[in-house]
């Protein structure tokens, strides 16, 4: 069974700084990757998907990439803001049978912004 | 707006009953989700609706009901053989089974 971590758990920047988070996965054989957003208390909001052709996909100040021989994906924030703070997953689409649902989580990263 | 609505956002619940959380969607997406999030662990599978009127089974269906008569709606019945219930409820849907999946805002169930 496909198996997702995220590490840090936690992460603290001062505003402005360019972070990068990190998503593994075990099973390269997936057919997307999707980073989302939470805020406390909240539902999640995607924010970035990456089909298993790709290499990355970028949407303003952030970029993903996709490395599937190395089970690896990073979320990369340009020019941290405050309003950047929440947790952030990362879940992975895997090939398997059909019919059977195959997206599987990571833990997170809460990502702090301190102005 | 199209999008997935949960209600209610927050719901009490006494030990021994039953209550319904309700996942309604105007996606037209025929997949529906839905998941439990408890602190420091990933999202958890209970169940999953690929189209009107079948649904299968997740990770940790122990405990819980749904029914699928409506595309739109995926109602979960969280019931008094659910050991430990009080968590934080998420529904999704997506096109189909397998393709980019859209949350609502949740619901937090609490026991007392």
């Known amino acids: 069974k496909q198996e997702v971590t995220q590490i840090p758990a936690a992460l603290s920047v001062p505003e402005g700084e360019n972070l990068v988070l990190n998503c593994s996965f075990t099973?390269?054989?997936?057919?997307?990757l999707q980073w989302f957003r939470q805020d406390p208390g909240k539902g999640l909001t995607s924010l970035l998907l990456?089909?298993?052709?790709?290499r990355e996909q970028t949407s303003g100040r952030l970029n993903a990439s996709l490395d599937k021989s190395s089970g690896r994906s990073t979320l990369y924030i340009a020019a941290s803001q405050p309003g950047d703070s929440a947790t952030y997953l990362c879940a992975v689409m895997g090939q398997e049978e059909a019919g059977a649902n195959n997206l599987f989580f990571g833990t997170g990263t809460r990502l702090t912004v301190i102005p | 707006d199209g999008g997935i609505t949960q209600s209610p956002k927050y719901l009490f619940r006494k030990e021994g009953q039953n209550v319904t959380l309700s996942c309604e969607q105007n996606?037209?997406?025929?997949?529906m989700y839905w998941y439990r999030q408890d602190p420091g662990q990933g999202l958890r599978l209970i169940y999953y609706s690929q189209i009107v009127n079948d649904f299968q089974k997740g990770d940790i269906a122990e405990g819980y009901s749904v029914s699928r008569e409506k595309k739109e709606s995926f109602p979960l019945t969280v019931t008094s053989a659910q050991k430990n219930p009080t968590a934080f409820y998420l529904c999704?849907?997506?096109?189909?089974?397998?393709?980019?999946?859209?949350f609502g805002q949740g619901t937090r169930l609490t026991v007392v």
């Open positions: 999704a849907s997506s096109i189909s089974l397998n393709t980019e999946a859209f």
């Open positions: 990456i089909q298993s052709s790709q």
């Open positions: 099973d390269s054989a997936i057919y997307n």
């Open positions: 996606l037209n997406h025929d997949a």
